[in-house]
């Protein structure tokens, strides 16, 4: 049966981190997590979603977090549209199916033409959002104008441009990712203390020229400390 949330408990004794979109960059993510946070196993690691799509090694990110959770590391990944559409492509015609794990270098992910089953009871059992604290986890936002927001898992995967109301939310922060953000705003808006925070840098943006996106200051996967409010910026080394 799928979680669509969970209430997560400060730990007594260790430190808490957010990972923004990491889009199959498995190197980045080993350095930011080991060369850069050095994760124990007294501390908390959230992933905000969107494992897979784009880089080079989705299958690499999601070994991780299968091997994280296997050596008992304390971690919460979160479920982002990017893993959605990789549920929604392997209930495709085959031919489908290969051309977006082509598009999107994921052979690695098929077996028998179909998502490998570990691949696919990991991506079902990932949650839409968390609520620590001072502070809600979620891949895209909330959308403050349905009138039930946090029935809204298509807005928490899809959304972009969310809008904030302290009441609803009870003046905890938002975390999410979604939107590759230049780096100087992620910075700007954890100093400024806004009460919404995106960690999505876009990290698979390294060396790429968008049309419609200004990659000047992307390229980074970003790790968020929440209780020093500190950012850690691991430049992507997988392109």
Known sequence: MERNFAYIIKPNDGRR?????IHGCNQTLQ????????LTHKDQLFFLGDFVDRGPDSKGVLDTIRQLKKQEYIIFPLRGNH???????????L??????????????????GKLKNKYKK????????YILDHFYLVHAGFDIQNPKPFENYTAMTELRNMKYDEK???GKKIIFGHQPTPLTKIQQSIIQNWPLICLDNGAVY??????FI??????????????????????????
Do not use: C, H
């Open 95 to 112: 031919r489908f199916f290969e051309w977006y794990l082509k598009k999107n270098n994921q052979m690695d992910l098929m077996k028998n």
């Open 122 to 129: 990991l991506i079902k059992k990932l949650p839409y959002y």
């Open 31 to 38: 350095e930011l997590i080991w060369d850069k946070i050095k």
């Open 168 to 170: 609803l939310f009870e």
């Open 17 to 21: 981190f957010v990972i923004g979109d």
């Open 206 to 211: 390294k060396n790429k020229n968008k049309r």
């Open 83 to 93: 893993e959605n559409t990789l549920l929604e492509y392997n209930r495709e015609e």
């Open 214 to 239: 200004d990659t000047s200051e992307l390229g980074n996967l970003v790790a968020l400390n929440l209780d020093q409010m500190q950012l850690m910026v691991q430049p992507n080394i997988d392109l």
